[in-house]
């Protein structure tokens, strides 16, 4: 079965730092866009991060600019996301996806592979 993992959730103190990761089950991570979103309780889902498969270009939502840095290692066939300076308004469920992403990355139908998500907290 194909699909993604997430990890590196957990609760943290505002103002601290958390590294997820994203790994795939059944195929490799070179040729896909790789999102991050999440789903905050009440709330839609939304876009976090996006990393491009080309030429590594990254889109951040104005929300996390400056504090989140997304990534992606193709010989560990692993994409992070770096969370710093969080905040309580973070918290979240958080999902890694992959798709072909060609016109929005924002939108959840560009991407065909989705994680199960990882629960961070932040709170004091």
């Known amino acids: 079965q194909l699909q993604l993992v997430e990890s590196g959730g957990g609760l943290v103190q505002p103002g601290g730092s958390l590294r997820l990761s994203c790994r795939p089950s059944?195929?490799?991570?070179?040729?896909?866009?790789i999102g991050w979103f999440r789903q905050a309780p009440g709330k839609e889902r939304e876009g976090v991060s996006c990393i491009s498969s080309t030429d590594g270009g990254t889109y951040y939502a104005d929300s996390v600019k400056g504090r989140f840095t997304i990534s992606r290692d193709n010989a560990k066939n692993t994409a992070y996301l770096q969370m710093d300076n969080l905040k309580p308004e973070d918290t979240a469920v958080y999902y890694c996806a992959a798709g072909e992403w060609t016109v929005d990355w924002e939108s959840e139908s560009e991407y065909e592979y989705w994680g199960q998500g990882t629960q961070v907290t932040v709170s004091s």
């Open positions: 059944g195929f490799t991570l070179d040729y896909y866009a």
